[in-house]
């Protein structure tokens, strides 16, 4: 069982930038594989960015790619998500979650319900 806090949500303008972070605790968040996920009201929770336990592999939503980075640190048991470049459509709250299964099939690494633990979001606010 991993438990997760997230922090570094905020309001910023179209084209500035925020990091987000997850702090873990729990054995197994160095055996996990961590996501960060969003949800804007009114709309269904989405993938956004994972990264394997090693930290060696990443993956992306196509609306993300190259404006957002996730990192980790397990020495900290600490996930980050670089976001650059905002725009008015990243307004969501974003959640950091843990997968304990690292293997997977196509893209169901997307799937919320891949990812038994979550934390409690933090709201980012991008400003037109």
């Known amino acids: 069982q991993v438990q997760l806090v997230e922090s570094g949500g905020g309001l910023v303008q179209t084209g500035g930038s925020l990091r987000l972070s997850c702090a873990a605790s729990?054995?197994?968040?160095?055996?996990?594989?961590m996501g960060w996920f969003r949800q804007a009201p009114g709309k269904e929770r989405e993938f956004v960015a994972r990264?394997?336990?090693?930290?060696?592999?990443?993956y992306y939503a196509d609306s993300v790619k190259g404006r957002f980075t996730i990192s980790r640190d397990n020495a900290k048991n600490t996930v980050h998500l670089q976001m650059n470049s905002l725009k008015p459509e990243d307004t969501a709250v974003y959640y950091c979650?843990?997968?304990?299964?690292?293997?997977?099939?196509?893209?169901?690494?997307?799937?919320?319900?891949?990812?038994?633990?979550w934390g409690q979001g933090t709201q980012v606010t991008v400003s037109s």
């Open positions: 979650a843990a997968d304990p299964i690292p293997y997977f099939s196509g893209t169901s690494y997307r799937t919320p319900l891949r990812y038994p633990n």
């Open positions: 729990g054995r197994t968040f160095s055996t996990s594989a």
């Open positions: 990264i394997s336990w090693s930290g060696g592999s990443t």
